[in-house]
């Protein structure tokens, strides 16, 4: 927060009386719901309020990127936990300036050219008419319970006037989905579309002339008389009959994880419903102050922040920053990884050849961006915007060429190679590419598993030797693991980070290790799972406990999306690899059940029919599979508490381990790992900071970890490391907020 006042929201007036307000914070890239721009609206609709008699309209626009980027998140994270007050206090002032607005007795309009998220929607709610360009780059909607949070500006209250209840819960609120300008007009979150940036002002300025005699233009339904809640308030027989039904389904939607956001916002929404607007905003304040004085919140809100603070950082600290963006990439290898790679490399500007050892492959490589594209195109509105859209899918098909020829490569700077995971395949492809690329090209190979140090011994040039290990869906998933070999030079990770930024991904840095940080760690998790169900505790109860946890994937079910063959193969070249060094590694319960489902039952998982769950013809899950409870028994009880700890404590045992070996060098890239790679719950904030935050603080994680270690096995013993942090009082994380 500044202590001094900057104005960020101009303020213009036309001939014919319609008053521009533009939003344009000139401290930010962004605009967002900081001291600045509440002070500055209070001003503007002060004027307003004075000036009204002369104005026939409002036009809220923004002249930055996005139209309003939101709430302040620091200004959250600075809430301590007692400052409830406060953070009501905050609200309410959000809350009264935007019910000023809405109630002035003028037409205003919002003309929205940029992405509408959280706070920015809720600025718009308060409008009588919002007007959108209808561009793909636009998102629309409310996704503050991602961050642990509600939406405090009044966005609860506003969707729930405009939406009903129902509605506004399962489209907008609980799982705070990102809509595109069609489907937020198709709800009647938004009014009209307009085709491009310079329609909105225009298309702004007719609407409040063809309504300069209708006095419901000035008015929000919610205040005019006879306004009826769609769908019915809670005292209502329509509503009423329903009501009871929504906590099963949000039992259902959290399956009992510690969430408390979505819960929050049921609430504020079911008893707001059933009040007048400012008695629902006052409720909705209330609720607002429980998420923001907890811890959850905090948490989530920091996993979301420190990863684009991190990938800023570290590429600045390599000077990666300033470096030539790659023109041209070659992708070696076009199967389910190296097409996913193309795409993501074409969408971000660049020349992709993806090569593959026969052509069909290569071709069938390059349909899956096809498919993406058609998906993008048809999502755009019929007319102007679905023929950009499809000139933007065009051009970037046109950036990719699916080859076998290695010549196609000239000149690219920078070689992803993603081809069977077979170090011999991978030694011959970055060998037959080598003649062709720039001399100094970067060399990044995805293998999931294999050393980079023995891969890079293997190329010509093993200091631009880097690993770059994405993860799939490679266009959904956030995180990209940068590994280190003995040889990558500073400079090849400079360029590995300038990258990774360029797709717009984030990047954590690890030195090289089997599994590196996250294949080693998520493999902690399932081998639990799976030691579970080898004590004979019943599938469903092991799954219950994963969901319990907070895992966006229950154990076992994602067990069967890896494909129980590939952490069969990890296991058997890893302890093949230790036993060439002279060690044996101890065998882990969960191993057995490994073999016996792939050995005995023939079920490998989703991709094969057949797995821990049963699939129908489409490859749909039916249900656990009935025969486990004969494989594996299934009448041992253990606490529920214990299975729930036994999955979250592999996963942190086994980073402590990562970070003593020197894998992992900051607990940041541990946490940031944790969330965007491999699932660790996201209410945790990370798993480093899971085991400060854990009840008693490190000391307890010791203490339970001793308890699980007594009664499950030795693997639950706390490296020394920890113990001494633990006994020295300190906490695991480096930074604490
Ligand atoms: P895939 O089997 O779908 O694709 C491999 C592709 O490489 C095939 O199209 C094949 O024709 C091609 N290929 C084989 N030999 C070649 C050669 N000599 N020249 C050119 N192309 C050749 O495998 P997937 O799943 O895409 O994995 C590729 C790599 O990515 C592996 O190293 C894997 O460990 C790694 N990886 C896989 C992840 C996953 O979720 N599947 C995640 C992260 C990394």
New binding site residues.
Partial sequence: MSSEFTNTITYESDADGVVVLTMDDPNQSANTMNADYLASMERAVDRLEKEKNDITGVVLMSAKKTFFAGGDLGDILSIPSDGADLAVETVERVKGTLRRLETLGTPVVAAIGGAALGGGLEIALATHHRIVVDSPAVQLGLPEVSLGLLPGGGGVVRTVRMLGVATALTEVLLEGKRLRPGKALELGLVDELVAGPDDLLPAAKAWIAANADNPEAATQPWDRKGYRMPGGTPQSPALGATLPAFPAMLRKQLKGAPYPAPVAIMSAAVEGAGLDFAAAEKVEARYFAGLATGQTAKNMIRAFFFDLQKANGLARAHGSADREPIAKVVV???????AAIAYVCAKAGMEVVL????QA?AER?KGYSEKLVAKTVSRAAEGEARDRAQAKGDALLSRITPTTDASAASGAQAVIE????DPK?KE??FAEIAPHIAPDALLCS????LPITMLAEGVDRPADFIGL????PVDKMPLVEIIKGASTSEDALGRALALVAQIGKTPIVVNDSRGFFTSRVIGTFTSEGMALLAEGVPAPTVEQASAQAGYPASVLALMDELTLTLPRKIRDETREAARAEGRDLPDHPGNAVLDTMIDQYDRKGRSTGAGFYEYDAAGKRVGLWPGLAEAFGGTTEIPLQDAIDRMLFAEALETVKCLDEGVLETTTDANVGSILGIGFPGWTGGVARYMDQYPGGLTGFVARADELAANYGERFTPPASLREKAAAGGTYEEVQP
Wanted: glycine fraction near 14%.
């Fill in positions: 070696l290898g076009a199967g389910m990884m190296g090569k593959d050892i026969d492959a490589g993603a081809v069977f995971e395949v011959t492809v995805n293998t999931s598993t290990h994405f993860f799939s």
